[in-house]
């Protein structure tokens, strides 16, 4: 036997599908979604995200906009670019690459997004919301991998989940969204002692700890859902996730590759805030 692999590329075009319909349908009433996307600096594999974003834009019918600043560029400087985007009409979601060069504090940047344009989920309002259970703009990785799971048939209701990492963008959201699902979530980290036992604990394994091919087949129960966030980059170029892929396939019940797996559903995600936060702000869905 061997696990199903969760396509998050056709899961993700079937999504943007759904997105296009209803962008059309906004279009006629004369409501185009508006995406801002800042990249400070020329951090190669952000300019390629960058690049994804807006194409992703184009295809759907949405309005966007890039603004490429010089890694120099002072912290006030941006935060009035910031509170320049937040009061145009025209844009509905503003994304603020991440990482900031080390000379601007990452949170006074995001702090400083209106939280109506926070389509990245990252704002502390947004982050509230999230923990309470309030319907906001979710972080888009953490609600791409419920997508993933619930759109292959895995329902995290009365299921064990544990979820290795627990970062702000990752680990902690996707936590509170499994918890939300009903699931019982363990929040595991570098600090749990016998982390393999504690993965095959679970029903549901969330890998994003940024550590390439930890999790090897003995942390995985047979038959459980892995979902991989990680994104390594190899000595030779080539991606890899924080699950040891080969290795754990025959044992999982179910798989994402990386890549291929949770990125697309990253950026479609992006979208689908995009556009919720345009239907909002026109009093409309
Ligand atoms: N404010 C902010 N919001 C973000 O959402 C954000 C960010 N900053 N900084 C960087 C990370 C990374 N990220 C990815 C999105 C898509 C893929 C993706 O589509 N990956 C493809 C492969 C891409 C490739 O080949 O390089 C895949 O996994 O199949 C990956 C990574 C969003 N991020």
Known sequence: MSAQIIDGKSISNAIREEIKR?????????????LAVVLVGEDPASQVYVRNKAKACEDLGFYSEVHRLPADTSQADLLALIARLNGEAEINGILVQLPLPKHIEEK??????SVDKDVDGFHPVSVGNLMIGDDSL?????AGVIELLKRSGVSPAGKRAVVIG????VGKPVSMLLLRENATVTIAHSRTPNLPAVAREADIVIAAVGVPKLVKRDWVKPGAAVIDVGINRQEDGKLCGDVDY?????????????PGGVGPMTITMLMQNTLKAAKRAHGVG
């Open 22 to 34: 209803e962008t059309a349908d906004l279009l006629e009433k004369g409501i185009r979604p508006g």
């Open 108 to 113: 006074a940047v995001i702090d400083a997004i």
């Open 138 to 142: 979710l972080p888009c990785t953490p």
């Open 166 to 169: 627990r970062s702000n963008i």
């Open 246 to 258: 080969e290795d754990v396939l025959p044992v999982a019940g179910w798989i994402t590759p990386v």
